[in-house]
């Protein structure tokens, strides 16, 4: 598959050769190269095509259609062609729009908190103060070893009055607080993603600054900057690119929340079951047996995702623009 | 740090008390969750109930283990069997596949590569739940929902593996390495078998621990896909066990001392392949 003709360029036959038989040696060697390439590629592109490319296309395909037998939905006599009516159906639900806007704001308290929050741990990290700085990461670091649905568990546990300590610590200070009410619910569990991810982000922004060329900063030390406008004005733009990564990361998983709120919901009932976009997907999907209608509305979430992604990277590099020229 | 501008960035003493206090404060936040799950496991129900954390007098760690592997006829040990098969032979089958395509990238030239290579990024950005429902549907047409294969097959998919692949081996196989290979006379397949996939052990080892970590976490998958107990992996069959404990409190210990059972795994293997996923962080970062 899409391996084509090579450009020319590669000639490895040796120069004493006579010219035809070097043409042909040469032709041989690009042909066994192309072979080798296609064979190095050829199980990931398989992998490719079937659980990535058919199953999108899957996924648009079936949007356009209203097929409420179960299994593949292809057979021609039960599923109605619907144009964008699925679409339009899950646009005009109350409860896709109302996840969308939990969504929406989870993002916007969880994305600017995690950047923010890894960023400073690493600048503080890497400032050359701090203590016993390898025990310090090993630590920040540990929650990534902790799949996230028992993440969720311990943080489900430690919010549930009568085991939780945390609680209890409160309750001796005369304060009740229900971490699953209506207005914690998503603070609760942008602690719970916060908690997972600080520590691995932490790392690559750590990793990002120890190449920071050390003249730059003695640079900015001879200018007159003080350690905090040299973390801020100097390191911080110089580690863009990984800023927007791990942004951009954050954002797609942000986008497909479901495991928390999941584990969540067998304790709150402040989470229904169609309380994210991916949890209204597998709702309207395993629940109602409407394909149709999770289709289109994993087509939608796709959609928002691609979008997004795009406005970041656009956003940022318009960003870097003023400063490009250093 | 050179002795010269470590004296020149140092703050003042009260901004290093500072500094040292907001990472500590961070380090209680990521461990003290991870300390209640160790003393929770050693309590008996009525003490996760009533008494407090640190007393050791309702110590009964060893009770729950054993109550954990006989809960249910010993499905949990079924379970993390499962995962370690899905999760380890996933991982190594997946970043042989991937770090193969991402070497296939940097070291041959074809028409469209870039495009192609595009292709891939854009896989990395599509989530998992637009997937799950077409995967589901076609497994069910293949007849292989409810198998071992509807959960392993999906994950071996890694794209980002695939990226550093490319990144790895830019980085760590000269292509002087091939050109004197192909002089020699071995073949493609053979130099990448025999010489390129050693220089890329480090690269290896970093996309295999993070597909490790992917996989072990993976939930909406085996959610969708499986409806037999005893293809679940761990965190799939803990969301179970926890779904019963609102009725049957006698669920709630060994969810706990399971969840403890099942973060060992990732941390062993973090701590033994130390050295090669800092290196792999730093490519994905910083090129």
Known sequence: ?326 | MSAADSTLLRPRLLGRATVNTVVALSVLYTLLPVLWLVLAAGKNRDALFSSSLISLHDFSFVQNLSDLFAMDDGQYGRWYLNSLVYAVVGAAVGALVSVACGYAFDKYRFRHKEKLFGLVLAAVMVPQTVLALPLYLMASAAGLVNTFWSVFVPVLFNPFGVYLGRVFSQGYVPDEVLEAARIDGAGELTTYARVALRMLGPGLVTVFLFQLTTIWNNFFLPMVMLSDQDLYPVSLGLYAWNSSASVSPEYYPVVIMGSLLAVLPLILAFVLLQRFWRSGLTAGAVK
């Open chain 1, 1 to 326: 598959m899409s391996v084509t003709a090579p450009d020319p360029a590669p000639a490895l036959a040796p120069p004493s050769a006579a010219p035809a038989r070097a043409g042909r040696t040469r032709t041989a060697a690009r042909r066994r190269r192309l072979a080798a390439c296609g064979a190095l590629m050829t199980p990931f592109f398989a992998l490719l095509v079937t659980v990535f490319l058919i199953p999108v296309g899957t996924a648009v395909y079936l949007s356009f259609f209203s097929a409420d037998e179960p299994g593949l939905g292809f057979g021609p006599e039960r599923t109605v062609f619907v144009g964008l009516r699925g679409y339009l159906a899950v646009l005009t639900d109350p409860t896709f729009l109302g996840g969308l806007a939990t969504v929406a704001l989870y993002c916007l308290v969880y994305i600017p908190a995690m950047v923010a929050g890894a960023l400073a741990l690493a600048l503080l990290l890497d400032s050359g103060v701090v203590r016993l700085r390898a025990w310090a990461q090993l630590g920040l670091f540990l929650p990534h070893a902790v799949p996230g649905i028992i993440a969720a568990l311990i943080w489900l546990y430690l919010y549930t009055p009568g085991i939780s300590p945390v609680i209890e610590l409160f309750a001796r200070a005369d304060i009740t607080i229900d971490f699953l009410g209506l207005h914690t619910v998503i603070p609760s569990i942008v602690n719970i993603a916060l908690w997972s991810n600080l520590g691995y982000n932490m790392v690559i922004f750590y990793a990002a600054l120890q190449a920071v060329p050390r003249e730059v900063l003695e640079a900015s030390v001879v200018d007159g900057a003080g350690p905090v406008r040299t973390a801020l004005q100097v390191k911080t733009p110089l580690i863009r690119a990984s800023i927007v990564m791990v942004a951009m990361f954050t954002l797609i998983w942000a986008l497909q929340l479901f495991t928390e709120p999941v584990l969540l919901s067998q304790s709150s009932p402040m989470i229904n079951s169609r309380f994210s976009p991916s949890m209204y997907i597998y709702d309207a999907a395993f629940t109602r047996n409407n394909y149709g209608l999770a289709a289109a509305a994993s087509v939608i979430l796709l959609l928002c995702t691609i979008a997004l992604s795009y406005a970041v990277t656009r956003w940022t590099s318009r960003a870097d623009a003023p400063e490009e020229p250093r």
